[in-house]
């Protein structure tokens, strides 16, 4: 059965489109779908070449909330190529299926594989196919005589019906094809669509019966395998010894349970150390998606086999493994036993330092955790680990997680998250927090950066995909809203313009008139109405759709009346359509760049020419720069901006002085390795095309500089990069512009959260020309549980020059008045 510790599992739906048999589409099963039993697992491999299991099985469920009888049912097995001498084998069944609860149906034994099933709860002697077959839950103990998808699905006996693999009878398309090691399951809330492909994934059988027991191929106790204590089987480094390896005698007390989702099973701790802090003490023992039989303290006796999980591929992994006893069974050998205790996380449990950087794979090195933060929380992979009074420094999410820090102190942000500051700087106290608790007993809390979770909050650390490691909350801290408050920045004097960058994350006009609300109240109130907004993630008038629909007014049209709603001004907008799906971001949206402004205090200088695929350029007149097209795209034929946003240059007069502001949305960090993965440093594969891009748009800006070294630039959006990266400093080299991200303090240097490490994405750099530059990062999506987008904006205000000096001290004069005329003569 597939396996899913992961808190964002990927869904493919196929779509059901008929198998073609004589040049005629054969029309797929759809039957009324089951309200209690259906069919939760079918396994054909038992006994092959490379199983480890002895029989092939089906596994019901109930998904009802009463007992499902299975008296006069059966389960009848038809071949994947089925022909007209093809028959259907019947085994029948007897008892119920309880709501929650499995009925494991033994089937054929062949002559390999080592472990057997679990007891089963009724039992054939059918042979199934490992890759290809059709099994149907029958009302009824005579064969069905259907041999295609159609009449099988007219047949009112049949309760439910799965085909795997190439199967010509099955519901909507066929599953995945397994193997002789892996079966097809039904997901975890056991939905039934009618579409086979949809409900089913192959992963690693887990045969569960009536009594919760559930091997998935392991052995019981007593029964052959290497005696191991889980310090043994964890060892000394990432990956156990024991890899692979049939274990037994595995002792320890239960700590906590998880009995949701498709990865439950529970987790051990050893009450007898030994004296090694490298070797954990924990260990999760998994079992399927069968609740475990087990209670906390509980102490259990269990056999099985060691595996080391991987979200992927093993060979080709960037993430870290978690190391698991899979396929057991065990025995409580007592109950209500004290539990061992945990490990308390002080500010200094965990190691200043990250990771261990040799370059490349991590997993053979022994681990070090009184140096490493890495190593550290491998060293106690399963174990309980408490942490009181832990601070949120990333904020819960719809997955239901968030994350805390164990060390406080640890680059401190002005508003409580933890601030990431360099490649070599990485917060080590960060921890992700998820719950076991029932959400019925304790919603999840929807805490923000700042707040706490005030007490004890413990439970054991697992390894995550998303996130590194995680601490499951067995117990859960009391929430302490500390009160964060959305900023509001100032409002610009008459002298000054203001510019603001905003990614408005995917904005299409399918998205509810609130997100508009927010963002309309985000320009008005928050950002005191800028004279131009830089916006990125602009999608088309009909969002994701992939239809070739480009144009985006519908977009924008819908924006700027949620602004005028919320007593702003009617802005105007410009903007260049991109070629349909070249741009990245989500297939069929075009998100693009665009500018807002306010007609009635900057104005904007059409200037035609500007096209898709048309690079703009720069022309000089009497002395000053001018745009060839405005708006025009920089050099969007180059290979820089494959798959990615081409950035928009506006020109841009205010009081009689131009500006030129140069919208920008550099490609993703998609494709770059974990921080918390198993390679050190992680590899950042990204860069290297944001470093390009960075180069052309360089190049682009000193050709205004070129000819006209006093111009008035602003460089401003998502360049989904930090202020030390390559690509940054490829802008801000030899000072032709600054970023101003790096001029305020290092406790205010982020614009967006991941991971609970505040850092930089957006940008805004400024040429030498402006004067009285004030800058502001205006924090109020990306530290919220409730975000209308999660970048924060930020804004420039500033004196544009004239390029004379007089003319320039004549502007700084006026603006000085305007604030001593602010200052004792306060408009109301």
Not at 636 to 662: C, D, H, Y
Request: proline share 7%; hydrophobic share 35%; glycine share 10%.
């Amino acid at each position: 059965m597939t396996k899913t510790h992961r808190s964002k599992a990927a869904l493919t739906v196929a779509v059901a489109s008929g198998l073609v048999l004589g040049g005629v589409a054969a029309p797929a099963a759809l039957a009324t779908p089951s309200a209690d039993a259906v069919i939760a697992e079918v396994y054909g491999g038992g006994g092959n070449s490379g199983a480890t299991l002895t029989n092939d099985f089906v596994e019901l469920a109930n998904h009802g909330t009463a007992a499902a009888s299975l008296a006069g049912f059966s389960v009848q097995y038809l071949p994947g190529s089925a022909s007209a001498s093809s028959t259907w084998q019947v085994t029948q069944l007897a008892g119920s299926v309880a709501p929650s609860g499995r009925y494991l149906v033994a089937e054929g034994k062949g002559a390999g594989g080592t472990v057997a099933l679990p007891a089963p709860d009724a039992t054939g002697t059918i042979a199934m196919s490992a890759t290809a077959g059709t099994i149907a839950l029958v009302s009824g103990t005579t064969a069905l005589t259907c041999k295609t998808a159609a009449d099988c699905a007219a047949d009112t006996r049949v309760k439910d019906l799965v085909g795997f693999g190439a199967a010509t009878v099955r519901e909507g398309s066929p599953t995945a094809a397994p193997a002789n090691a892996t079966s097809v399951a039904r997901g975890t809330t056991l939905a039934d669509t009618d579409d086979n492909a949809a409900d089913f994934t192959v992963g690693d059988p887990t045969p569960t019966n009536a009594a919760g027991e559930t091997t998935g191929g392991g052995t019981g106790p007593g029964e052959p395998g290497t005696p191991a204590k889980i310090h043994d089987i964890q060892g000394t480094t990432r990956i156990s010894p024991l890899k692979d390896q049939k274990v037994s005698g595995v002792t320890g007390v239960v700590t906590a349970t998880r009995t949701f989702g498709s990865s439950r099973g529970f987790w051990l701790t050893d009450p007898a150390p030994d004296n090694d802090p490298r070797t954990s003490e924990g260990l999760f023992v998994f079992t399927g998606s069968a609740s475990p039989a087990v209670a906390v303290g509980d102490a259990v006796t269990a056999t099985g086999t060691v595996r080391e999980f991987y979200p992927d591929t093993p060979s080709t992994s960037v993430y870290q493994s978690l190391t698991e006893l899979s396929s057991a069974q065990w025995t409580v050998d007592s109950h209500d036993n004290a539990l061992p205790a945990p490990t308390v996380l002080s500010p200094t449990t965990v190691p200043e330092t990250y990771a261990p950087s040799p370059g490349g794979n991590i997993e053979a090195l022994p681990l070090e955790p009184a140096k490493y933060a890495l190593d550290f929380w491998e060293a106690h992979e399963s174990e309980i680990v408490s942490v009181t009074d832990a601070r949120v420094v990333g904020p819960s999410n719809s997955f239901n997680e968030l994350y805390v820090t164990t060390k406080p102190d640890q680059h401190r942000s002005v508003r409580g998250g933890s601030v990431y500051l360099g490649y070599d700087k990485l917060n080590s106290g960060v921890l992700k927090v998820q719950s076991l608790i029932s959400f019925d007993q304790r919603p999840f809390p929807k805490l923000n950066v700042g707040d706490a979770l005030t007490g004890v909050t413990s439970g054991p650390v697992e390894y995550s995909t998303f996130g590194g490691y995680t601490l499951l909350a067995s117990v859960l801290g009391a929430d302490k809203d500390n009160g964060l408050q959305a900023e509001t920045t100032r409002k610009q004097r008459t002298g000054e313009l203001a510019v603001a960058t905003y990614n408005v994350e995917n904005l299409a006009p399918s998205d509810p008139q609130a997100k508009y609300d927010r963002l309309g109240e985000a320009i008005v109130t928050h950002l005191a109405t800028p004279d131009i907004v830089n916006l990125e993630e602009i999608q088309d008038n009909t969002g994701a759709t992939d239809d070739g629909v480009v144009v985006a007014d519908q977009t924008l049209q819908k924006f700027t009346d949620a602004i005028v709603a919320k007593g702003g001004p009617r802005y105007q907008w410009r903007s260049i359509d991109p070629v349909n799906d070249q741009d990245g971001g989500q297939p069929g949206g075009n998100i693009r760049v665009a500018f807002l402004f306010n007609p009635a205090r900057v104005s904007f200088v059409d200037r035609p020419g500007g096209t898709s695929t048309t690079p703009v350029s720069v022309t000089k007149d009497h002395g000053k720069a001018h745009l060839s097209a405005s708006p025009g795209r920089v050099d969007p034929a180059n290979e820089a901006w494959t798959a990615s946003r081409k950035p928009l240059a506006g020109e841009f007069v205010f009081q009689g002085r131009t500006v030129f502001v140069i919208a920008n949305h550099f490609n993703s960090k998609g494709g770059d390795q974990p921080t918390h993965g198993r390679n050190q440093p992680p590899v950042r594969s990204s860069e290297v095309q944001r470093a390009k891009q960075a180069t052309v748009l360089r190049g682009f800006v000193d050709s205004l500089l070129a000819a006209d070294k006093n111009a008035n630039i602003v460089v401003a959006g998502d360049l989904n990069d930090y202020p030390f990266s390559p690509a940054v400093q490829m802008l801000t080299a030899g000072g032709a512009l600054k970023d101003l991200i790096a001029t305020v303090p290092e406790a205010e240097r982020y614009s967006y959260v991941f991971e609970g490490q505040s850092q930089v994405l957006d940008h805004i750099l400024a040429s030498k020309a402006p004067r009285g530059v004030d800058y502001d990062v205006v924090h109020i999506n990306a530290e919220f549980a409730d975000q209308a987008s999660d970048h924060d904006p930020q804004v420039i205000r500033f004196r544009p020059s004239t390029g004379n000096a007089i003319q320039d001290a004549l502007y700084d004069l006026l603006d000085y008045l305007e604030q001593l005329l602010g200052k004792y003569f306060p408009q109301p």
